[in-house]
């Protein structure tokens, strides 16, 4: 029998990068994103010093609130054992997320479950160490019955049930390594969304479209949302360079009022798209079901800012969403996730998760992974979003060949940053930000 | 011409009051709360150093993050004139929710949104302060363009416009002056919220429906959600007290899942409530819809959790609530009330503010009073809550006389806390919590 891993510390670090100065990530909403994580590190006595590492992703300022709350929530789980945690994974989420106090902030919202994801996935990062496996496979090794009970069912058992979700996933059972083999073999699609960013020039557009389209990929995002005209004529250049077989999905990151979004489509349609991403605001399910309505048979997808389960449920009940685009840390981490992929495989809704900034393409590889492996079992209409920004940053970084993400094989949920970059990018006494004054003048008489 | 105010510092309190010892305020989800505010004060350069003082509630344990995302918010204030914040409030409001990388924490929800409220609140009070009204009269005294030009219609357009809103206005305008009268007479009625907790003895819950019978209450509310069991023997106990002409209030503090609400409230009807409030999460919007329904006659109530106007709004497009239950500082502060007064007066829906806590009372009797005067005009099936705690701490405390608020005659927002009692509660450095040691020793190995 293994000896119980105790957790003996938790490190916080607040880790940003000056993305800004480059443009990378503009859009609609996020003019100037700095990339940033408020990341941290469980300590264990483990013999070999295993640790438990888990990040949530912000756009800069507003990342010490984070890391803050990371810190708020530690006593919970310091000086407690793993074990204690595993052997029922959904009371581990029902504590984390139930402080009585705490809960006030959201409840299961904003900062308090930002911070929540960061350390529930510190959790699984360590558990899946110790394990000796990928993530991914420490999940699909699961039984259905042990799968199911990582999650906390509560206020979405008028959408699911614990019995349903097993009854479910006993049937993908007998299956799985098929899954797995052809996993293996081909990788899990993925699509970039390099191209398209609102800041960039027409020239760098099409040169980027060129470049994705020599790289083998077959999905294009371009952001719009800026002005009508100029979404046309970005779009018209993208058709343009990419040709009709390309799937082109438009992302307005809820910039637009109900009735506006479905007047723009209106024109957009006509470039084809495949979906279009965070039309309005993400707490708006009864105006996402009527966008969707209103633009069918272009989908409407969102996920990325959707603050918890219950709101994805009622996402699928309306109808609101074609496409569901989990966030594998703004939910509260692991067991949240798993609760909104049995929601999506009942009703059939295709999940592509929200990736990009730092550390989520390394986060949610391992989530598309176990959906088809355990839970919804296809690969029709699922890719995963992928950028090419800072993975060199990651011990263990994701691996895209041929426009497919390759399965993880180290043990974790490859998030583990080096060491030199936690430190070259903290925030703001880090090497990086030091060199940065100039900036941190500007961010000092903000406005 | 007036010499600009401008904010020359920003200070800002971790307050916290030791109510957990008592059993104040428990609740089936809230089982120990700690009343507790973060806490900020505007200092100006007025010649008579007028300050804007505002705080946002919480129960407790992560007060300090909330104080924290004040000062992550604080820069976007300082060093600016109110006048400059004055001549555009919508505008204000816009800027103060959108700084490009702290929405990402929200947006609009949560820490970063609670932290919001207490600054946008602080500038009214100061606003106020400096034209020497209660904000009332400072509301009250705006024309129809004035009032709705405080308001970001962002997200909302699609229930209501700025041109929909201003006609509604106009019709209430000229009969103001008689609202104000009546009010000056009879003031605003009230709801006590003082028995009927889930802490207390029967005996205490008899001794306390007694005592509000005497003072002249007409409604009672009381908690439920504990065991369905229990909740029937003091629903008993409770009309036994008070007879049939009460208004008895059901509050269920999130803790049922929708079918389940669905089927306790089948049981609980036999005692003839009003409402229920927060039968289940407050984001699930379409789950209110579904209780709302199947309760009829009985109404839903819900707000105080609710995070923004948009989940308001969508709360009543659905039908889904009877009673709209504001809170002064979940939400984005006055700017962000004024929204969803307008939006609950487009739908005739009565609002009765969420108030107790600390500062509550204080905060939404303000709003319910603007209400009245200027936006539905109905008193009918309006009531403010109203709790006997904690309101010797304020410099201009509400006051209640026959079971109604009396109208604030000081200028501001009459949230201005005694110096002393600042520095008392200061958490965790003030006497009182020096005296707290064993308590302390407690929440320092939570769980």
Known sequence: MKKPVTIIDIEVHDVRFPTSRS???????????????????????????????????????????????????????????????????????????????????????GVIHLATGALV??????YAKVEGKPLWRLLA????????????????????????AISMLKEKETTKHERIDYLEKHGYPAYTTSAGWLGYPDEKIRKLCREAKADGWKHIKMKVGSSLEDDVRRAAIIREEVGEDFKLMMDANQKWDVNEAVKNMKILSQF?????????????????????????????????????RTVFKQLMQAGAIGIC??????????????????????????????AGGVGLCEYVQHLSIIDYIAISGKLEDRIIEYVDHLHEHFVDPVVIKNGNYLLPT???????????SLEEYSFPHGAIWKAESEYKLKTSIIG
């Open 272 to 308: 084809n798209p495949w979906w279009i991403e965070e039309p309005t605001s993400p707490d708006d399910i009864l105006g996402h079901a009527k966008i969707a309505r209103a633009v069918d048979p272009v989908l409407v997808a969102t996920g990325e800012h959707c603050q918890n």
């Open 23 to 109: 443009s990378i990530g503009s859009d609609a909403m996020n003019v100037d994103p700095d990339y940033s994580a408020a990341y941290v590190i469980l300590k264990t006595d483990h013999p070999e010093d295993i640790e438990g590492h888990g990040l949530t992703f912000t756009i800069g300022r507003g990342n010490e609130l984070c890391a803050r709350a990371i810190e708020s929530l530690s006593p919970l789980l310091l000086n407690k054992t793993l074990e204690s945690f595993t052997e029922n994974m959904g009371a581990f989420w029902t504590m984390i997320t139930g402080d009585s106090q705490l809960r006030w902030l959201g409840p299961e919202k």
């Open 121 to 126: 996935n510190a959790v699984w990062d360590l």
């Open 325 to 354: 685009q989990i966030d594998s840390c703004r939910v509260g981490g692991v067991n949240e996730i798993l609760a909104i992929l049995l929601m999506a495989a009942k009703f059939d809704i295709p999940v592509c998760p929200h």
């Open 141 to 164: 090794d699961m039984t259905p019955e042990e799968l199911v009970a990582c999650v906390d069912f509560k206020y979405i058992t008028d959408a699911i049930t614990p019995e349903e």
């Open 410 to 420: 180290e043990a974790g949920y490859s998030i583990t940053m080096k060491k030199e």
